[in-house]
């Protein structure tokens, strides 16, 4: 049974290369909240492609500084989760949810 709180811990996906990489190693990242926890990220994942996971990896990655038309700004930082599945198992999360 998904509940509301698993759509809102996942993002997204991140289509990166270093992202699609690891794709062979039957993981998949993905952007999370800056409050999810480990255990939310798993159950969510799980929920939401009915798939096994047997790991989950994060880090928070800090927002750049950067200068547009002579005015300082600073992106946004976010947290992404590398997670790892179960043998066997694949998402194919570009086709949606």
């Known amino acids: 049974m998904t ?11 991140l289509v990166t290369e270093k992202a699609t990489m690891l794709s062979e190693h039957r993981q998949i990242a993905f952007r999370v909240r800056l409050d999810a926890t ?29 200068i547009f038309r002579g005015r300082r700004g600073q992106r946004s930082s976010y947290k992404k989760a590398i997670v790892t599945l179960a043998e066997g198992q694949s998402v194919d999360y570009l086709s949606g949810v």
């Not at 509940?3 to 996906?13: A, I």
């Not at 799980?46 to 950067?66: A, M, Q």
Request: net charge positive; hydrophobic share 30%.
């Open 38 to 66: 480990k255990p939310e990220i798993r159950r969510a994942v799980e929920r939401l492609f009915d798939v096994k996971v047997t790991g989950v990896n994060t880090l928070r990655v800090k927002g750049k500084s950067k």
């Open 3 to 13: 509940t509301e709180r698993d759509y809102d811990v996942l993002v997204g996906p």
